[in-house]
């Protein structure tokens, strides 16, 4: 089974940068989507970035031009790389894998961007 891990998340002042990485642990032979969303605080949680086995990725349009999904295969990682950071891209970030098993979810990471 499948265990991501997050890390990088900190608190960063408005027009800043931040890279998250999420290591999945265990035995992940092939992925059919890997992703990340974010909460923030008392809000539901929204998808921000999500790279497709193919290749592909989607953005949401929030964050288009300032962040950048990729993934490392050698290591069963993936990260997100996150430019010119506002204050509304404070939230718990949380790293999704999907395999034909499944998802899993991380713990999450906390992102803060200060005025």
């Known amino acids: 089974q499948v265990q991501p891990v997050e890390s990088g998340g900190d608190l960063v002042q408005a027009g800043g940068s931040l890279r998250l990485s999420c290591v999945a642990s265990?035995?992940?032979?092939?992925?059919?989507?890997m992703a990340w969303y974010r909460q923030p605080l008392g809000k539901s949680r929204e998808l921000v970035a999500r790279?497709?086995?193919?290749?592909?990725?989607i953005y949401a349009d929030s964050v288009k031009g300032r962040f950048t999904i990729s993934r490392d295969n050698a290591k069963n990682a993936v990260y997100l790389q996150m430019n010119s950071l506002k204050p509304e891209d404070t939230a718990v970030y949380y790293c999704?894998?999907?395999?034909?098993?499944?998802?899993?979810w991380g713990q999450g990471t906390l992102v803060t961007v200060s005025e």
């Open positions: 790279l497709n086995s193919g290749g592909s990725t």
């Open positions: 265990g035995t992940m032979t092939s992925f059919n989507a």
């Open positions: 999704n894998i999907m395999t034909a098993l499944g998802q899993a």
